[in-house]
């Protein structure tokens, strides 16, 4: 570009900039929302951008006599970009965006601990002729990793003030205020760089060596580096093979510390729940209501709650993985196979959110710039184990290996195995059929080694609890009160039992209610549903009652714990029966009087539970996000095929191999 | 009609519209470009965290 075409754009830039708001800039997580939240306090509002999918955060905040409006803009990383919310924000910043005040001043955030990467955006928005002030935060990080940093150099090098700041506990914020008010009354523009003003055009390269330069000249070591334990950490956790093993290991020794430290409090929760049923059975006169508590209500959300232990103890888990800086090492390791199979880079931070749920990963995505790598990573994000599956895992877990929390722990880590690498496969799949091109790569860039909070990993696990229960509380007491009533009507008329029928029925084991239970239930909407649909589930060793629970659990997979409790639960004798889950299920029977819940049956159904796409939610969220419902339909389809034909294999190959 | 019988159709009926009304709020929210009811928690918020690239 030429000098004077470039002074031409930068003066109108500076005449159009007239405006009145405050803008914070910066580049992802350098601290633009806490600082944000610091200053406006709780009466910032949050607005969709007219005509896309950005949510704006501004707030009034008092800079000298005036008060103006402070904007919270997304995170950039170069004032080029292309698209998006990234070119949304440009031009707000340009004061070109409709609908948007024009900057009176940018507060530029830099992350003290990163400076590098942080000045190359600095330099360009210093070009744009607005009042700039720095706040040069993550000053206590700086400080515990050993660094000072020589804020008068900083200024002379940016030609504007720096104030240094920790947003999270708000120390500086106010200076930054007053000197955002003189840099706004004076009308101070930063003086460019002397090596950036004199260079015509300015490169890339440049921006960098201009930013490693002042780096040099500002970062003052005042402990030496404690780098070469980390060197040899990452060496060993960042390795492709031996990264890998030590990741599944690590996922293992979590699954095996859920099963160990979950599995008393679980049998307490059962059982209480057991008791409670019995008792409201005892104390209420027999009849519908009590039915419904009894037979419907207790079993349907106490059978889900039941699993409470092990969500928390998982998110605990991650919650200290995450903080110890390992997760982002994982992380890499897994991007390198990403991008083997056609993933971007950029998909593992929406894969990683998915284990928790499928809905904000696929929100996240949006991350992915590229149109055709972020439809392939929405397709394939459902199928990462996320937490509503863990109820039903732990319940297969529980009918497979009751008493060894060490194979329950290596069938835990299979699944989410398997989910990973159905993913892949997808997207390799799709990656050569569907979307044809090739993805953007991705570095990452690793956080320190640092001890986990354990506070941290409570309030997380906390989090989780509380949503879990406030699902069963809604979602699942409602789909139990319905399961019910499709199970106990149309009452049929009651089977009268001969002494002789009841006889030989005895001499299988079963007695005369639980016959007339199990024929009112076959009776019922849900049987004749179930019986409608076992000739398509049969081949995968199920018999109609895990049918109706299929198709509960189509708009919330957890949903079959609940439903699998209340249906096998049904003619079964009370006084015995104080657990409500598992026994159960181990004692359910099929036609024949053999076991329902095989080997073979329990793998199969764990496959399906896998790969299924039986959350509503997501479908919605995916045609949102895909713009079209063609899409989600697809991801429907294409997971439920694979679901129904991996369950199918696996019953099959297994019973080949004679496992039933 | 006893009683028992009429709370527990009032029961059902209730969770039904309940259901009802979340599946019809999922899937007009995305014919709106607004977002679904999911779980409610928050972890969108902490997802919208970009991964920070190290420089190329
Ligand atoms: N230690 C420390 N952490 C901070 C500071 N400011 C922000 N953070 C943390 O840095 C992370 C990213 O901050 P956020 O405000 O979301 O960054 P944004 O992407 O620029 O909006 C969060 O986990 C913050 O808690 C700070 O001054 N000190
Ligand atoms: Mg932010």
Known sequence: MATASRQSQRASQASAVSGSAVMLVSNPNAGKTTLFNQITGLRHKTSNYPGTTLDLRSGPVRIGDTTRELY??????????????????IDALAGRAKGLEAPAAIILVLDATNLVRNLYLASQVLELGV????????????EQAGTRIDVETLEAHLGCPVVPVV?????????LLHVCGEAIAKGQRPQLPRLLRNAQPITDDLRYR???????????????????RTAALDAFLLHPVGGMLTFFAVLFGVFYLIFSLASLPMKLIDGAFGSLSAWVGSQLPAGPVQSLIADGVIPGVGGVLVFLPQICTLFFCISILEDTGYLARAACVVDRVLRRVGLPGK??????????????AIMASRVIEDRKDRLITILILPLMTCSARLPVYAMVTALLFPASPLKGAALFTAAYALGLIAALSMAFLFRRTLVKSTPVPLMIELPSYKLPSVKTALLAAYDRAKLFIR??????????????????????????????????LAQQ???????????????????????TIEPIIAPLGYDWRIGVGIVASFAAREVVVSALSIIYGVGEEGAEGSSLLIDRLQAAQRADGTPVFTFATCVSFLVFYILAMQCMPTLAVTRRETGAWKWAAFQFAYMSVL????ALLAYQGLRVFGIS | MSIQQIIVNLAVVAAAVFLARGIYRSLSAARRNKTPTCAGCNTCEAAKKEPTPTKP
């Open chain 1, 509 to 531: 084991g079963i007695s005369a209610e639980n016959w007339s239970a199990q024929q009112q239930l076959g009776h019922s909407f849900a049987g004749r549903l179930g019986h």
């Open chain 1, 471 to 504: 699902k069963a509380g809604t979602v699942i007491l409602a789909i139990s009160i319905v399961l019910w009533w499709m199970m106990s009507y149309p009452k049929g008329p009651t089977p009268s039992v001969s002494t002789e029928f009841a006889a030989s």
């Open chain 1, 643 to 646: 679901a129904y034909t991996a």
């Open chain 1, 347 to 360: 998909a593992f931070v929406p894969m990683l959110s998915a284990h928790a749920c499928a809905i904000p």
């Open chain 1, 72 to 89: 919270d803009m997304p995170g950039l990383y170069t004032l080029q970009a292309s698209s998006g919310e990234e070119r949304v924000a």
């Open chain 1, 167 to 175: 947003a999270r506990k708000g120390s500086g914020v106010d200076r």
């Open chain 1, 210 to 228: 201009w930013a490693e330069t002042v780096v040099a000249s500002v970062l003052i070591e005042t402990k030496p580096a404690r780098g070469k």
């Open chain 1, 131 to 142: 009042p700039v002030v720095v706040a040069l935060n993550m000053m206590d990080l700086a």
